[in-house]
C-alpha cells in the first residue's frame, strides 16, 4: 500500500529538509525579527505552496515545464528578486524586543505571504516536484493514495524541520536581543545573497 521506494523517498527529503536553504534563512530571519509562533505563518505558507506544486504535477504540469524549460527562468526570477525585495525590507526595521513595544509586527497574512511566494517559486523547487517527485507514483489503482501519502509526509516533514530551525533562531535572537539592528542587518546580507545565487543558477530539467 506504500508508495514505490517510499522510505527512499523520507530519506531524500529529510536531507533536503536539514540542509539549510532559502526557506530555512527565511523563516530562521522571521523568528528572529518576528518571534517563534508568527515565523510558523512562513512555514505554512511553504508547504502550502508545495502542496500546490505538487497538486500541479499530478495535474500534468511538469510534461509542460519539460517542453517549456524557460517556464524555470521564470520562476527563478520571481523568486529571486522577491528574496532580494525581503531583504531590502529587512535593512529598514528594528528588531522587536520584549523590552520594545513600539515596533508593529508584521501580519500574519504577510508571513505567510514571504513563505508562499518564496517557495512556490523556487527553481530548486520545481526541479525537484518534476524530476524526481514524479518518479516515486506508479501508475494503478492506487495512484491517488500514493500520492495523498507523499504529498502528506513531504508537507509534515518540512513543517517539522521549520518548527526546528525557527525555534533555535528564536533562541539565538534572545542571546542577541541587545543588538536588534545586528540581526536584521545579518538576515537582510544572507537573504539578498540568496537572491544573487538563485537568479545566478542555471536551471537544468
Same mark, same amino acid.
Given at each position: 500500500?506504500?508508495?514505490?521506494?517510499?522510505?527512499?523517498?523520507?530519506?531524500?527529503?529529510?536531507?533536503?529538509?536539514?540542509?539549510?536553504?532559502?526557506?530555512?534563512?527565511?523563516?530562521?530571519?522571521?523568528?528572529?525579527?518576528?518571534?517563534?509562533?508568527?515565523?510558523?505563518?512562513?512555514?505554512?505558507?511553504?508547504?502550502?505552496?508545495?502542496? +500546490?506544486?505538487?497538486?500541479?504535477?499530478?495535474?500534468?504540469?511538469?510534461?509542460?515545464?519539460?517542453?517549456?524549460?524557460?517556464?524555470?527562468?521564470?520562476?527563478?526570477?520571481?523568486?529571486?528578486?522577491?528574496?532580494?525585495?525581503?531583504?531590502?525590507?529587512?535593512?529598514?526595521?528594528?528588531? +522587536?524586543?520584549?523590552?520594545?513595544?513600539?515596533?508593529?509586527?508584521?501580519?500574519?497574512?504577510?508571513?505567510?505571504?514571504?513563505?508562499?511566494?518564496?517557495?512556490?517559486?523556487?527553481?530548486?523547487?520545481?526541479?525537484?516536484?518534476?524530476?524526481?517527485?514524479?518518479?516515486?507514483?506508479?501508475?494503478?489503482?492506487?495512484?491517488?493514495?500514493?500520492?495523498?501519502?507523499?504529498?502528506?509526509?513531504?508537507?509534515?516533514?518540512?513543517?517539522?524541520?521549520?518548527?526546528?530551525?525557527?525555534?533555535?533562531?528564536?533562541?539565538?535572537?534572545?542571546?542577541?536581543?541587545?543588538?536588534?539592528?545586528?540581526?536584521?542587518?545579518?538576515?537582510?546580507?544572507?537573504?539578498?545573497?540568496?537572491?544573487?545565487?538563485?537568479?545566478?543558477?542555471?536551471?537544468?530539467?
Amino acid at each position: 500500500m506504500l508508495p514505490n521506494n517510499y522510505w527512499l523517498f523520507i530519506q531524500i527529503i529529510t536531507i533536503l529538509f536539514v540542509t539549510p536553504g532559502p526557506q530555512r534563512v527565511l523563516i530562521i530571519s522571521n523568528s528572529m525579527n518576528y518571534g517563534f509562533f508568527r515565523s510558523l505563518w512562513t512555514g505554512i505558507g511553504d508547504i502550502s505552496a508545495n502542496g +500546490i506544486q505538487m497538486i500541479l504535477v499530478m495535474f500534468g504540469i511538469s510534461t509542460l515545464i519539460k517542453a517549456y524549460p524557460a517556464i524555470l527562468d521564470v520562476f527563478k526570477y520571481v523568486g529571486g528578486f522577491y528574496l532580494m525585495y525581503i531583504a531590502f525590507k529587512f535593512f529598514f526595521i528594528k528588531t +522587536i524586543t520584549q523590552n520594545d513595544k513600539s515596533q508593529p509586527f508584521r501580519s500574519y497574512k504577510d508571513l505567510f505571504k514571504d513563505g508562499f511566494i518564496s517557495a512556490f517559486f523556487s527553481p530548486s523547487a520545481i526541479v525537484f516536484f518534476v524530476v524526481i517527485f514524479p518518479t516515486f507514483l506508479v501508475p494503478g489503482d492506487y495512484l491517488i493514495i500514493h500520492f495523498s501519502i507523499l504529498m502528506t509526509t513531504h508537507m509534515f516533514l518540512d513543517f517539522f524541520f521549520l518548527i526546528i530551525y525557527a525555534g533555535v533562531a528564536n533562541k539565538i535572537a534572545v542571546f542577541l536581543k541587545n543588538y536588534p539592528n545586528f540581526i536584521t542587518r545579518i538576515s537582510g546580507v544572507v537573504l539578498f545573497l540568496i537572491g544573487i545565487k538563485i537568479l545566478l543558477t542555471k536551471n537544468h530539467i
